[in-house]
Nanobody
Framework: QVQLVESGGGPVQPGGSLRLSCKIS????????MAWFRQAPGKEREFLAA????????YYADFVSGRFTISRDDAENTVDLQMNRLKVEDTAVYYC?????????????????WGQGTQVTVSS
């Protein structure tokens, strides 16, 4: 059974940085795509970034490009999200997700496995 566990969330001041990490266990395939989504209060869950296994290219939502960076370590089964120049509007619960295969999609319905989420609060 695939399980994803996020960590690294917490409070941060505007302009600051956070690094989220997601540990994956129970993978049965070495070919998959990992992604990060977030959901702010009262809003729908939205795509942030995704990266397929085996050195595939990363894809980003336009509004985070240049501020967020997704990376993964397939040997350690982790996927990270480095977030810089954080804004108050980045406050949300952040989720990592996984789907089989290396085809990147921004649709949350295409991801089968999800973590429980980690809260990020950007406030002065």
């Amino acid at each position: 059974q695939v399980q994803l566990v996020e960590s690294g969330g917490g409070p941060v001041q505007p302009g600051g940085s956070l690094r989220l990490s997601c540990k994956i266990s129970g993978r049965t395939s070495s070919s998959d795509t990992m992604a990060w989504f977030r959901q702010a209060p009262g809003k729908e869950r939205e795509f942030l970034a995704a990266k397929p296994s085996s050195g595939g290219f990363a894809y980003y939502a336009d509004f985070v490009s240049g501020r967020f960076t997704i990376s993964r370590d397939d040997a350690e089964n982790t996927v990270d999200l480095q977030m810089n120049r954080l804004k108050v509007e980045d406050t949300a619960v952040y989720y990592c997700a996984s789907r089989d295969g290396r085809s990147v999609t921004r649709e949350q319905g295409d991801y089968v496995y999800w973590g429980q989420g980690t809260q990020v609060t950007v406030s002065s």
